[in-house]
C-alpha cells in the first residue's frame, strides 16, 4: 500500500475556495471526505480540528455583534444560526386580558403589538427562575387549580387614559402639548412582581421593554386603554415574537485575487467596482518593482491593491469589463463564515452565539445517548 501523503497548503487553499465567475459558481461540492483523494488520509480528527477552528470577533456591542467562525463546515455553521433563530428561549407577552380599550385599535390588533414589544429583566431570573409555562388543555376546567404561578408567569399592567391639558396655548395643533398621554408608549406599561419575583427582578433588573418608545397606540380625550399582560417564556420556532435576535445571518468571506498588475487609470475603475474601502490606491515603488517583477515597468504608477476583502458583496462588476479579464478571480471560502447577529435586547449579541454552542451541544449528548441505547 503507498503511503500516505498531505497535499500542499496551495491545493487546500484551492479546494476550500469557491469560484466566481461571470457567470457560473464553481467548486461548491464537499471534498472533505475519506476516499475522495487517492492517497489522502481525510479521516476526521479532533486534534487537526481544534488547530484549525478559531472564532474571531469583529464587532462585539450589546445589541449586535459580527464574528467569524472558521474551520467549520456549512451544515454546523447552520445549525448555530438556526439555534439562534428558534431554540434559545426568551420571555414575551402571550395574553393579554383586556377590561376597557376605547381606542381606534381593534382589541386583537392592540394584543398582537403588544405581543412583539421586546422586554429585558434580570438575567438569572429569566433564564434559571422563570420556567416554561403549560398551556391548560382546551377542555379544562376554570375552576381547576390554576397553571401560573410565579416562576412562570410574568404580570405586566397597561392602564391609561386621555385628557385635556388645562389652559392650552390658543391656536396650538400638536396633540402632546394639547392632551396627557395622546401618545401610548412601551414606557407606560408597568410590572407587577408576584411572589419571589421581586428577587429575581427588582431596581435595575425590573421587567422593562427594551426600548421605552416604542409606540403602542395613539389616544383622544375620553380614550382609555385598560387590560392586563402575562408573559410567558417561549422559543421562536412557537412564535417569531420569542426569537432573541432581531437577524441572525451569515456569509462566506469573500476572496479577491489580483493575477496581474492593475495600474492607472485602469486602477481607478477598478476601485469603483467594489464597495468603499475594499479596494486601495497606491504608488508602486521601485521595492515593490524588485519584489514583483511584473511591477517594473509601471514604477511611480499607481496601482490597484485589496485592502479590505471581508467589505465585498461579490457583485462580479470587475468581470463585467474587458480590460480586467485574466487579472483578477474572484471567490469565496467555504470554511470561514462571517456572522452578523442582531440581539433583540434579552440577550447579549456574544451571548446567543455561546448559548447556541451550549445547546447543540446538549443536542449531540441526547443524540449519542439515543444511539447508544439502540444498539444495546
Same mark, same amino acid.
Given at each position: 500500500?503507498?503511503?500516505?501523503?498531505?497535499?500542499?497548503?496551495?491545493?487546500?487553499?484551492?479546494?476550500?475556495?469557491?469560484?466566481?465567475?461571470?457567470?457560473?459558481?464553481?467548486?461548491?461540492?464537499?471534498?472533505?471526505?475519506?476516499?475522495?483523494?487517492?492517497?489522502?488520509?481525510?479521516?476526521?480528527?479532533?486534534?487537526?480540528?481544534?488547530?484549525?477552528?478559531?472564532?474571531?470577533?469583529?464587532?462585539?456591542?450589546?445589541?449586535?455583534?459580527?464574528?467569524?467562525?472558521?474551520?467549520?463546515?456549512?451544515?454546523?455553521?447552520?445549525?448555530?444560526?438556526?439555534?439562534?433563530?428558534?431554540?434559545?428561549?426568551?420571555?414575551?407577552?402571550?395574553?393579554?386580558?383586556?377590561?376597557?380599550?376605547?381606542?381606534?385599535?381593534?382589541?386583537?390588533?392592540?394584543?398582537?403589538?403588544?405581543?412583539?414589544?421586546?422586554?429585558?429583566?434580570?438575567?438569572?431570573?429569566?433564564?434559571?427562575?422563570?420556567?416554561?409555562?403549560?398551556?391548560?388543555?382546551?377542555?379544562?376546567?376554570?375552576?381547576?387549580?390554576?397553571?401560573?404561578?410565579?416562576?412562570?408567569?410574568?404580570?405586566?399592567?397597561?392602564?391609561?387614559?386621555?385628557?385635556?391639558?388645562?389652559?392650552?396655548?390658543?391656536?396650538?395643533?400638536?396633540?402632546?402639548?394639547?392632551?396627557?398621554?395622546?401618545?401610548?408608549?412601551?414606557?407606560?406599561?408597568?410590572?407587577?412582581?408576584?411572589?419571589?419575583?421581586?428577587?429575581?427582578?427588582?431596581?435595575?433588573?425590573?421587567?422593562?421593554?427594551?426600548?421605552?418608545?416604542?409606540?403602542?397606540?395613539?389616544?383622544?380625550?375620553?380614550?382609555?386603554?385598560?387590560?392586563?399582560?402575562?408573559?410567558?417564556?417561549?422559543?421562536?420556532?412557537?412564535?417569531?415574537?420569542?426569537?432573541?435576535?432581531?437577524?441572525?445571518?451569515?456569509?462566506?468571506?469573500?476572496?479577491?485575487?489580483?493575477?496581474?498588475?492593475?495600474?492607472?487609470?485602469?486602477?481607478?475603475?477598478?476601485?469603483?467596482? !467594489?464597495? $468603499?474601502? %475594499?479596494?486601495? +490606491?497606491?504608488?508602486?515603488?521601485? &521595492?515593490?518593482?524588485? =519584489?514583483? #517583477?511584473?511591477?517594473?515597468?509601471?514604477?511611480?504608477?499607481?496601482?490597484?491593491?485589496?485592502?479590505?476583502?471581508?467589505?465585498?458583496?461579490?457583485?462580479?462588476?470587475?468581470?463585467?469589463?474587458?480590460?480586467?479579464?485574466?487579472?483578477?478571480?474572484?471567490?469565496?471560502?467555504?470554511?470561514?463564515?462571517?456572522?452578523?447577529?442582531?440581539?433583540?435586547?434579552?440577550?447579549?449579541?456574544?451571548?446567543? !452565539?455561546? $448559548?447556541? %454552542?451550549?445547546? +447543540?451541544?446538549?443536542?449531540?449528548? &441526547?443524540?449519542?445517548? =439515543?444511539? #447508544?441505547?439502540?444498539?444495546?
Amino acid at each position: 500500500m503507498a503511503p500516505l501523503t498531505k497535499p500542499s497548503q496551495a491545493e487546500l487553499d484551492r479546494r476550500r475556495t469557491i469560484g466566481i465567475n461571470l457567470e457560473t459558481v464553481t467548486n461548491v461540492s464537499a471534498t472533505e471526505f475519506p476516499g475522495n483523494y487517492p492517497g489522502e488520509d481525510l479521516a476526521w480528527d479532533i486534534d487537526e480540528f481544534r488547530n484549525s477552528l478559531t472564532v474571531k470577533f469583529h464587532k462585539n456591542e450589546q445589541f449586535d455583534a459580527s464574528f467569524s467562525l472558521i474551520g467549520v463546515d456549512a451544515s454546523i455553521a447552520n445549525a448555530f444560526r438556526r439555534i439562534m433563530i428558534s431554540e434559545i428561549p426568551t420571555v414575551a407577552i402571550e395574553t393579554v386580558y383586556i377590561d376597557n380599550n376605547t381606542s381606534v385599535i381593534q382589541d386583537e390588533v392592540l394584543a398582537h403589538r403588544l405581543g412583539l414589544i421586546p422586554f429585558r429583566g434580570g438575567k438569572d431570573g429569566l433564564r434559571n427562575f422563570i420556567k416554561f409555562w403549560k398551556r391548560p388543555a382546551p377542555d379544562a376546567d376554570p375552576s381547576e387549580f390554576p397553571t401560573s404561578f410565579d416562576y412562570n408567569t410574568l404580570k405586566l399592567d397597561l392602564r391609561i387614559e386621555c385628557t385635556r391639558k388645562p389652559n392650552p396655548p390658543a391656536g396650538e395643533t400638536d396633540p402632546t402639548k394639547l392632551y396627557n398621554h395622546a401618545h401610548v408608549y412601551a414606557k407606560d406599561i408597568v410590572f407587577s412582581p408576584e411572589g419571589r419575583q421581586i428577587e429575581y427582578f427588582s431596581g435595575e433588573d425590573a421587567i422593562t421593554p427594551v426600548n421605552p418608545d416604542i409606540l403602542v397606540a395613539k389616544l383622544r380625550p375620553g380614550q382609555v386603554i385598560d387590560l392586563e399582560m402575562h408573559m410567558h417564556k417561549g422559543i421562536g420556532a412557537d412564535h417569531a415574537k420569542y426569537s432573541p435576535v432581531c437577524t441572525a445571518s451569515y456569509r462566506l468571506l469573500p476572496l479577491i485575487t489580483i493575477t496581474k498588475p492593475i495600474v492607472g487609470a485602469d486602477a481607478t475603475k477598478f476601485a469603483k467596482c !467594489f464597495p $468603499e474601502g %475594499v479596494i486601495g +490606491l497606491e504608488k508602486v515603488t521601485k &521595492k515593490m518593482a524588485e =519584489q514583483d #517583477k511584473a511591477y517594473a515597468p509601471h514604477v511611480g504608477e499607481t496601482r490597484a491593491t485589496v485592502v479590505d476583502p471581508m467589505r465585498d458583496t461579490v457583485s462580479r462588476e470587475c468581470l463585467r469589463h474587458p480590460e480586467f479579464q485574466g487579472k483578477v478571480k474572484l471567490g469565496r471560502r467555504k470554511d470561514h463564515f462571517i456572522y452578523s447577529v442582531e440581539s433583540s435586547g434579552q440577550w447579549d449579541s456574544d451571548e446567543l !452565539f455561546l $448559548e447556541s %454552542v451550549r445547546m +447543540l451541544k446538549i443536542k449531540c449528548q &441526547k443524540l449519542e445517548k =439515543q444511539v #447508544k441505547n439502540m444498539i444495546r
